[in-house]
């Protein structure tokens, strides 16, 4: 990512319906960033080699997809170490203690239940699921409150496979991919508020015609997106890749992969801190699917 391109995305970060939630009572700034006094990285530094979060992962499990409230002190995530796919909750008092996993009994189903994605003042919660109606290749459910019985989101979901939803941070922005019109694209909404989310439009100038392309983030200001995808030019199996734009209202210019975070396995994108500083992954470089964190120096 260019120097430029980070601090733009930084300054451009606004105050819609998503203000995020106050810390309270151990130095936070009531704004959402993390309660430690971490210092801003530098853009300019590459990201290091990503680490797993090993209390997060259960060898020979699929551990997936982590998305964070934006304290980075709650966190859900998926794994089937259960012998299906469930969605975890994960907490901790600080960003020094390592999390505590527990299973989110309140929306398990006995079919597949993953993917999560959580908007960023933490009112609700987005994920796959594949129980009834939904179509075999799953569907976004939601869960508002976050614990409440779940629904589905009509108007985002077709015959095809809906696949991480993702709550930018700052905005109402909000995208996930889908193969409705053939392979894996990502898809932008907005989220109205009240569990209503506007008509999905298809980000055409991320796909590659022929791969799939999915699983979506984009930086606070919109303007630097990293995502998942098989096209070729990477080091193997599925790959990350990043595109940017000069302006939210231009299309995403040439993607690059990705090479600080990405290896020749299996490697998903799944959040990134809103300074840029800290990014969320799974990887099966070493297991089936674990999660992993690439931080840049500060």
Known sequence: MSRAALLVALAA?????????????????GDGAPSDALALCDPETPFGTPTPITELNVAGAYDSTITLEPDELTAYFYSDRSGQFDIYIATRPDLATPFTVTPFTAIDS??????????PDG????????????????????????????????????TASEYH??????????????????NFSVFHTTYLGGGAFANPTQET???A???????????PGGLVMYFRSTRPGGPGGEDIWRAERATTSDPW???????????????????????GCRFYLSSSRTDASDIYIATRTP
């Open 13 to 29: 970060c606004g105050r819609l319906h998503f203000d995020a939630l106050a810390v309270g009572g151990d130095g936070g700034t």
């Open 110 to 119: 006995p079919d597949t239940d993953k993917e999560p994605g959580v908007a």
């Open 123 to 158: 009112s609700v919660l987005a994920f796959i699921t594949t129980r009834p109606p939904a179509d075999a290749g799953g569907d976004i459910w939601l869960s508002m409150p976050i614990g409440t019985a779940p629904a589905a989101v009509a108007n985002l979901n077709s």
């Open 165 to 182: 939803p993702f709550f930018q941070l700052d905005t109402n922005d909000v995208y996930f991919c889908s193969n409705r019109n053939g």
């Open 205 to 207: 100038s991320l796909d």
């Open 209 to 219: 015609a022929g791969y799939d392309t999915d699983v979506a983030l984009a930086m």
């Open 253 to 275: 210019g040439t993607p690059v992969v990705e090479t600080e975070v990405d290896s020749a396995q299996l490697d998903t994108p799944s959040w990134i801190s809103r300074d």
